[in-house]
């Protein structure tokens, strides 16, 4: 259903040619520091700073680099994977990454670039929630629980996988037959079919991406609550 993989990028350090997938979303977010992005036909340059997420569907070109004078560091995703795991390990040399088409690929308006500030924000009483990535293979939401909030008790998805990458705070996860409290930095995924919930594991907020792949109607589910 997809690969996450974190990323430290000194100052300088270039990321692949330009480039698109035919099949999947490449996807982040920054976690510190800035990254640049180039996304489009003209490969329009955009600067992102922590808490900002930028995806490539499908046929849109795109690039990326630590154009500043500081450590950058970020998550990235590919959704669905196809491989991309062995890919950077050098066994897939048949990953679907090309390079840009002749007509320059799908217009920038079909890519993602979210900030915080013009993100879709969703508030409940308990939780407040930032709707950064809304595409058909991927969802991505800033999700925020003020404590009081009773948790969520274990359930299922049978068609997408349910992932979270702790930011703030201590959550207590149930995945499987297991139960483990998660500090910022960890990344939790509960594939199709995996029994999961969570709650808090500390006395302060709890705030971590969480990622729905492909996206299952959880964002349509949330919006009607």
Not at 16 to 34: K, W
Request: charged share 20%.
């Amino acid at each position: 259903e997809l690969i996450v993989s974190w990323f430290r990028y000194e100052p300088g350090q270039k990321g692949p040619e330009p480039h698109v997938h035919h099949h999947h979303t490449d996807a982040f977010y920054v976690l510190e520091g800035e990254v640049e992005f180039s996304l489009g036909p003209e490969q329009q340059k955009l600067s992102a700073s922590p808490g900002m997420f930028a995806a490539a569907p499908p046929d849109v070109v795109h690039t990326f680099r630590n154009a500043s004078d500081s450590t950058a560091i970020f998550l990235n995703l590919h959704v669905p994977s196809l491989g991309f795991g062995d890919y950077m390990r050098g066994r897939n040399p048949a990953f679907d990454q090309h390079e840009p088409p002749p007509d320059g690929g799908r217009p920038l308006e079909d890519a993602v670039f979210t900030t915080p500030d013009d993100a879709e924000r969703l508030g409940f009483e308990w939780s407040s929630h930032l709707v950064l990535c809304d595409l058909p293979q991927l969802t991505a939401i800033e999700m925020t629980f003020q404590p009081g909030f009773e948790g969520v008790d274990p359930h299922t998805h049978s068609d997408h996988a349910d992932c979270f990458y702790v930011l703030d705070g201590l959550v207590e996860f149930h995945v499987g037959d297991e139960t483990r409290v998660a500090e910022p930095g960890t990344f939790v995924a509960a594939p199709p079919g995996t029994v999961h919930g969570f709650r808090h594991a500390g006395p302060e907020p709890i705030r971590f991406l969480n990622l729905h792949a492909p996206p299952g109607g959880f964002l349509e589910r949330l919006r009607q609550d």
